[in-house]
């Protein structure tokens, strides 16, 4: 099992940053993808960026691509979204998320994740 922990989430202005931090327990954190997902009220819980077990391929969701980056420390085992110039539109409940496939890339598919954590809030006011 893996237990995820968000935290780094706020209220922010548009045009901010926020960095948000995933620290993780349970199983071997350097074997498998992480990825961040976001729920915006009445919406459906939506891909942000995910990252390989090594670190070495990251993707991100056209929305975010440029201003938010995801990158992970393996000794920490923790993973991270750098989130930069903010927007309203980028305010929800952010997630980080495990795949515990022995594979070698990351996906953007919610069902593909097999733990998740509890959340946090991102804000961004205009």
């Known amino acids: 099992q893996v237990q995820l922990v968000e935290s780094g989430g706020g209220l922010v202005q548009a045009g901010d940053s926020l960095r948000l931090s995933c620290a993780t327990s349970?199983?071997?954190?350097?074997?498998?993808?992480m990825g961040w997902f976001r729920q915006a009220p009445g919406k459906e819980r939506e891909f942000v960026a995910a990252?390989?077990?090594?670190?070495?391929?990251?993707y991100y969701a056209g929305s975010v691509k440029g201003r938010f980056t995801i990158s992970r420390d393996n000794a920490k085992n923790t993973v991270y979204l750098q989130m930069n110039n903010l927007k309203p539109e980028d305010t929800a409940v952010y997630y980080c998320?495990?795949?515990?496939?022995?594979?070698?890339?990351?996906?953007?598919?919610?069902?593909?994740?097999?733990?998740w954590g509890q959340g946090t809030q991102v804000t961004v006011s205009s």
């Open positions: 349970g199983r071997t954190f350097r074997s498998y993808a």
């Open positions: 990252i390989t077990w090594s670190g070495a391929g990251t």
């Open positions: 998320a495990a795949d515990l496939r022995p594979i070698g890339t990351a996906s953007s598919k919610v069902a593909e994740y097999d733990h």
